[in-house]
C-alpha cells in the first residue's frame, strides 16, 4: 500500500513538472500569439492584458500586406523543399558509401568532412559569398541552395544509422542477384523510415530559419525570404507595432509546426524502436 502511495506521488511530482516545464518553453509563442490578436491600445494599456478583448485580425492582414509576406512565404518553401530533398539524396549516397564500401582514404575523407562541423557559418560566411558571387549566382534561388545541399551532419547520421542494420542483410541480398543500389532504393531507404523523416524535418527547419546566408546572397525584394520578412516587419512598422510584428512571427512560425506535425508519427516510431537490434 505504501509502495503504490509512493509510486502514485513520483508520478504526480513528475506529472506536475512536465506541465511547468512546458508551460515555460510555450510562454513565448502563446504571448506572441495574444498580442498578434491585440489591437495597439490594448497592447499598450496598464495593466497589461493578456486575453485579447477581441480577436483583432488587422493585424494579421496589414503583416501579409505589408511586405509581400505570400512571396516571401513561397521563397522560402521552394528553398527548404529544395534543400530538405538535397541533403537527403546526398547524406544518404555518401553514408552509404561510408558504410557499406571499402576504399583508399576512406577515413580520411570520412574525418575531413567531420571536420567542417567545427566551422561556423560565420567563418564561412566570406569565402564563401566570394566563390558563389564568381559563379554568378548571388541573388538567385541557386545561390540561395547551393551552400546548404551538402551536409557533413546529414552523412555522419545516416552513415551511423547503416552501421546498425546488420550486413549479413547485404550479403544475403547479393547472393539473390541485388546490386548495390537496388539494395539501397528497396532495402535501406524503406527501414530507414523514422531516420528519413528526422533529417527531412531539421533540415526543413535549417533552412526556413536561416538568415544571415539569405541577407548576405539576396538583394532584391522578390528573392527574399521569410524571416527577412520578420524583419523587415521589425523596421518598416511605425513606432514598433508588436501586434502588426507578432502576427507576422506566428505566420512565419506555422509552416514548422505543419511540418513537425507531419512527421511526429515517424520521431514516435524511431523512438519506439529504438536500441532494437536485429
Given at each position: 500500500?505504501?509502495?503504490?502511495?509512493?509510486?502514485?506521488?513520483?508520478?504526480?511530482?513528475?506529472?506536475?513538472?512536465?506541465?511547468?516545464?512546458?508551460?515555460?518553453?510555450?510562454?513565448?509563442?502563446?504571448l506572441a500569439l495574444s498580442v498578434s490578436f491585440q489591437p495597439r491600445d490594448q497592447i499598450f494599456s496598464y495593466p497589461p492584458s493578456l486575453i485579447?478583448?477581441?480577436?483583432?485580425?488587422?493585424?494579421?492582414?496589414?503583416?501579409?500586406?505589408?511586405?509581400?509576406l505570400d512571396r516571401l512565404l513561397l521563397n522560402s518553401?521552394?528553398?527548404?523543399?529544395?534543400?530538405?530533398?538535397?541533403?537527403?539524396a546526398l547524406?544518404?549516397?555518401?553514408?552509404?558509401?561510408?558504410?557499406?564500401?571499402?576504399?583508399?582514404?576512406?577515413?580520411t575523407l570520412f574525418f575531413a568532412i567531420l571536420f567542417t562541423l567545427m566551422l561556423p557559418m560565420q567563418v564561412r560566411v566570406v569565402p564563401l559569398f566570394v566563390f558563389v558571387s564568381n559563379l554568378g549566382l548571388a541573388n538567385t534561388y541557386s545561390g540561395l541552395v547551393l551552400p546548404f545541399l551538402a551536409s557533413a551532419t546529414t552523412t555522419f547520421l545516416m552513415r551511423q544509422h547503416f552501421l546498425t542494420i546488420p550486413k549479413s542483410l547485404m550479403e544475403s541480398a547479393q547472393l539473390d542477384g541485388c546490386g548495390?543500389?537496388?539494395?539501397?532504393?528497396?532495402?535501406?531507404?524503406p527501414l530507414s523510415?523514422?531516420?528519413?523523416?528526422?533529417?527531412?524535418?531539421?533540415?526543413?527547419?535549417?533552412?526556413?530559419?536561416?538568415?544571415?546566408?539569405p541577407l548576405i546572397i539576396l538583394n532584391s525584394d522578390e528573392m527574399k525570404v521569410a524571416?527577412?520578412?520578420?524583419?523587415?516587419?521589425?523596421?518598416?512598422?511605425?513606432?514598433?507595432?508588436?501586434?502588426?510584428?507578432?502576427?507576422?512571427?506566428?505566420?512565419?512560425?506555422?509552416?514548422?509546426?505543419?511540418?513537425?506535425?507531419?512527421?511526429?508519427?515517424?520521431?514516435?516510431k524511431g523512438i519506439a524502436t529504438q536500441g532494437i537490434k536485429e
Open positions: 500500500m505504501r509502495k503504490s502511495r509512493k509510486d502514485f506521488l513520483n508520478k504526480l511530482f513528475i506529472h506536475l513538472l512536465l506541465i511547468v516545464i512546458s508551460f515555460i518553453v510555450l510562454m513565448p509563442i502563446l485579447p478583448e477581441r480577436l483583432y485580425f488587422d493585424n494579421y492582414i496589414n503583416a501579409w500586406n505589408l511586405v509581400n518553401l521552394f528553398a527548404s523543399i529544395i534543400v530538405m530533398f538535397g541533403k537527403l547524406g544518404v549516397l555518401s553514408g552509404y558509401a561510408f558504410s557499406h564500401f571499402e576504399f583508399k582514404y576512406k577515413k548495390p543500389f537496388r539494395f539501397l532504393f528497396q532495402i535501406l531507404i523510415g523514422p531516420a528519413l523523416a528526422g533529417l527531412a524535418t531539421v533540415n526543413f527547419l535549417v533552412m526556413w530559419n536561416a538568415y544571415l546566408w524571416q527577412q520578412g520578420v524583419k523587415m516587419l521589425f523596421t518598416s512598422a511605425s513606432e514598433r507595432d508588436w501586434g502588426l510584428i507578432m502576427a507576422g512571427t506566428i505566420i512565419v512560425v506555422i509552416p514548422t509546426i505543419i511540418v513537425f506535425l507531419l512527421a511526429q508519427k515517424f520521431f514516435v
